[in-house]
Nanobody, 123 residues
Framework: QVQLGESGGGLVQVGGSLRLSCAASGRTFSSYAMGWFRQAPGKEREFVAAIVWGGSMTYYADSVKGRFTISRDDAKNTVYQQMNSLKPEDTAVYYC????????????????WGQGTQVTVSS
C-alpha cells in the first residue's frame, strides 16, 4: 500500500515555473514507477510524465517535453516535477500516481493516487 500527497501547486504567470512534490508513505516506494497526470476542467485525465523505479528512465507527453522534468529521491520517498515555461493550457489539477509496472503511461495501470494539487497559469 502506498499513500501519496502532492504539494507545490499554485497560481503563476505565463512563462513562470513551479515545482510539484509528491510525498509517499510506505517502505516499498522505490519499487514503484511514479507518474504525473493532470486533468483540466471538462477534460479527461491525461498522462504528463513518468519515471521508472530506480530513476534510470523518464518519459513525457509531447505537450510538456523540454519544459517539464520529473525526478525522484527514494531516500525521501518523494517524486518531483519541475515545470518551466508554463502556458495557460497547463492549467489543471495535477496528480501523482504509483504503479508496479516498470514503464507505463496508462492510467489504468496506476494503482495508487494522490488527491491532486491545482496549477493555474494566468495570462
Amino acid at each position: 500500500q502506498v499513500q501519496l500527497g502532492e504539494s507545490g501547486g499554485g497560481l503563476v504567470q505565463v512563462g513562470g515555473s513551479l515545482r510539484l512534490s509528491c510525498a509517499a508513505s510506505g517502505r516499498t516506494f522505490s519499487s514503484y514507477a511514479m507518474g504525473w497526470f493532470r486533468q483540466a476542467p471538462g477534460k479527461e485525465r491525461e498522462f504528463v510524465a513518468a519515471i521508472v523505479w530506480g530513476g534510470s528512465m523518464t518519459y513525457y507527453a509531447d505537450s510538456v517535453k523540454g519544459r517539464f522534468t520529473i525526478s525522484r529521491d527514494d531516500a525521501k520517498n518523494t517524486v518531483y516535477q519541475q515545470m518551466n515555461s508554463l502556458k495557460p493550457e497547463d492549467t489543471a489539477v495535477y496528480y501523482c500516481a504509483a504503479t508496479p509496472t516498470w514503464r507505463t503511461d496508462k492510467i489504468y495501470e496506476y494503482d495508487f493516487w494522490g488527491q491532486g494539487t491545482q496549477v493555474t497559469v494566468s495570462s
